[in-house]
Nanobody
Framework: QLQLVESGGGLVQPGGSLRLSCVAS????????IGWFRQAPGKEREFVAA????????YYGDSVKGRFSISRDRSRNTVHLQMNSLKPEEPAVYYC????????????????????WGQGTQVTVSS
């Protein structure tokens, strides 16, 4: 059974940085994708970034390109999301998700592509 556990959320000032982590377990192969999404109150879940675990390819939502970075630590089965220059409009619950479906770059930013979700971690951006 796939299991994802996020950590690293908290309070940060505008312009500050935060690093989220997602520990993934239960996979039977290396062919899966880990994605990060965020959801603010009253809004739809938004794609932030994704990483192909086997090949290391990365993908980003337009609103975070150049500021956020996704990476993996194979030894710890962990995916990190480094968030820099956080904006006041970016507070949300951040979720990591896993997809074991056939690789589909066109769908990688959609929630329906993902099979399992973590419980989420709250990020608050405020001065």
């Amino acid at each position: 059974q796939l299991q994802l556990v996020e950590s690293g959320g908290g309070l940060v000032q505008p312009g500050g940085s935060l690093r989220l982590s997602c520990v993934a377990s239960g996979f039977t192969s290396d062919h899966y994708v880990i994605g990060w999404f965020r959801q603010a109150p009253g809004k739809e879940r938004e794609f932030v970034a994704a990483l192909s675990w086997s090949g290391g390819s990365t993908y980003y939502g337009d609103s975070v390109k150049g500021r956020f970075s996704i990476s993996r630590d194979r030894s710890r089965n962990t995916v990190h999301l480094q968030m820099n220059s956080l904006k006041p409009e970016e507070p949300a619950v951040y979720y990591c998700a896993a997809s074991v479906r056939p690789y589909n770059i066109l769908a990688i930013s959609t929630t329906k592509q993902y099979d399992s979700w973590g419980q989420g971690t709250q990020v608050t951006v405020s001065s």
